[in-house]
């Protein structure tokens, strides 16, 4: 079965680094999306990206933040300057059509650590 | 604002128990309502997608059922085992937007 991977599963930074989260979404699947979870609260939007722009964005997803799918199969997130508070599991997604009740996949997530 | 809440926090049962959990949404713009089943390191597992009022949806011994014009869906599984052992998500489709708004999850632990 197709699967949306993410790497790496674990990265730790300090703060003020940039970081930068890699997908592989699935091949033949248009939106990608970005959610991420903070220990202890709920999982939440960040970004949805369709065509290559992005289509929504959460107010989460301010200025630090960028995506970007730079070759066609890898769908990436950058945190230019890491603050303690975006320490989280960060997931990303994607679906064939808009609405993910069409079919939805989630990647494994990646822990990101900031100290 | 959707606000999704789910109860309880977390629950134990022994294995056999049967079980049930609540996910309560606005049932303003309402469009679609979906549970997943996440365990550790691996990615959310979709289990069901919901949109219709009293829609009942079955999977093994996982079932669902949606009230969209109060606003709530049950999840309920027959017979606990170990392996159901997860965090339960379910999240709200609101409009066409194709974003999810989460609950806070359900954590299953079903002792043997």
Redesign the interface.
Known sequence: EP??TQTP?HQVTQMGQEVILRCVPISNHL?F?W?RQILG?????LV?FYNNEI??KSEIFDDQFSVERPDGSNFTLKIRSTKLEDSAMY?CAS?YV????A???????TRLTVV | ILNVEQSPQSLHVQEGDSTNFTCSFPSSNFYALHWYRWETAKSPEALFVMTLNGDEKKKGRISATLNTKEGYSYLYIKGSQPEDSATYLCASEGGSQGNLIFGKGTKLSVKP
């Open positions: 699967e949306v599963s939106y999306y959610y609260q709920k999982v939440e939007f949805s289509s929504e997931f679906s808009r609405s993910p009740r079919g939805y996949t989630f990647g494994s997530g």
